[in-house]
C-alpha cells in the first residue's frame, strides 16, 4: 500500500514559535517529497521540496529534515506567523516511474493555527 | 503567467443536470489533472491528460467525464451526479517531460461543486 502518515492532524502554535509536522513513508521507490501549503478556498501550492539524496533543505524560514534509513521527513516552520495558518500536505512521488511520475501520494494533511 | 484558472468558482446542480468545470492554463504545460476534495482531506487524483491524451484515470464513474480540447484547456464534464459528490475540484498542471523527474504541479483554486 502507497502510503504517506501524516501527524498531527491539527497544530496550534503561537506567534513566533516553532511548528513541527511529521511524515512518514513505506514505499522506498518514492524519490521526491513536496510540501504543499492550502489556505482555506484556495488550490494547494508547493511550499518546498527535497529529494532523499539530501537530509535538509531550507527555504527562508521553511525547513525540511529528511532521514532515508527512517523513511521519514519533517517540516519545521521558524518563527511562525498568523499568515502562516494554513492547512499543510505532505507528499511523495515516485518521479521516475513512468504513470507514476504523475501521482503525488499525500498525507492526510495538517491544520495550523498560528495565535498572536 | 504561472496561473492555472478554474471556472467557476461555485456550481450548484441537480442529480439531473448536465453541467461543465474549465480549466485554462497559459504556462505551455502538457500535462493537466482533475483532482477531487473533500473538506479536511488531501485532493484525490481524477483524472491526467498527457500531450492532450488522457494518460491516467483512477476508476472514476462514468458519471464524470474529461476532455482535453487543446494543450491549454481542460473540461470536466458532469452527468447525473450523486450528493456524495459534492466537492472541491481542483485542475493542475505540470510540465511533462516523459518520466524523467518530477515536474511541478501547479494547481488553481477549485470549483466548490454541490450536487442537491
Known amino acids: 500500500q502507497q502510503q504517506v502518515k501524516q501527524s498531527p492532524q491539527s497544530l496550534i502554535v503561537q506567534k513566533g514559535g516553532i511548528s513541527i509536522i511529521n511524515c512518514a513513508y513505506e514505499?522506498?521507490?518514492?524519490?521526491?517529497f513536496p510540501w504543499y501549503q492550502q489556505f482555506p478556498g484556495k488550490g494547494p501550492a508547493l511550499l518546498i521540496a527535497?529529494?532523499?539524496?539530501?537530509s535538509e533543505k531550507k527555504e527562508g524560514r521553511f525547513t525540511i529534515s529528511f532521514n532515508k534509513s527512517a523513511k521519514q521527513f519533517s517540516l519545521h516552520i521558524m518563527d511562525s506567523q498568523p499568515g502562516d495558518s494554513a492547512t499543510y500536505f505532505c507528499?511523495?512521488?515516485?518521479?521516475?516511474?513512468?504513470?507514476?511520475?504523475?501521482?503525488?501520494?499525500f498525507g492526510k494533511g495538517t491544520k495550523l493555527s498560528v495565535i498572536p | 503567467d504561472t496561473e492555472v484558472t478554474q471556472t467557476p468558482k461555485h456550481l450548484v446542480m441537480g442529480m439531473t443536470n448536465k453541467k461543465s468545470l474549465k480549466c485554462e492554463q497559459h504556462?505551455?504545460?502538457?500535462?493537466m489533472y482533475w483532482y477531487k476534495q473533500k473538506a479536511k482531506k488531501p485532493p484525490e487524483l481524477m483524472f491526467v491528460?498527457?500531450?492532450?491524451?488522457?494518460?491516467i484515470n483512477e476508476s472514476v464513474p462514468s458519471r464524470f467525464s474529461p476532455e482535453c480540447p487543446n494543450s491549454s484547456l481542460l473540461n470536466l464534464h458532469l452527468h447525473a451526479l450523486q450528493p456524495e459528490d459534492s466537492a472541491l475540484y481542483l485542475c493542475?498542471?505540470?510540465?511533462?517531460?516523459?518520466?524523467?523527474?518530477?515536474?511541478?504541479?501547479?494547481f488553481g483554486p477549485g470549483t466548490r461543486l454541490t450536487v442537491l
Open positions: 493542475a498542471s505540470s510540465q511533462d517531460s516523459g518520466f524523467s523527474g518530477y515536474n511541478e504541479q501547479f
Open positions: 491528460y498527457s500531450y492532450e491524451k488522457l494518460s
Open positions: 504556462m505551455g504545460h502538457r500535462a
Open positions: 514505499n522506498t521507490a518514492f524519490d521526491y
Open positions: 507528499a511523495a512521488i515516485d518521479a521516475y516511474s513512468g504513470a507514476g511520475s504523475y501521482q503525488l501520494t
Open positions: 527535497i529529494r532523499p539524496d539530501v
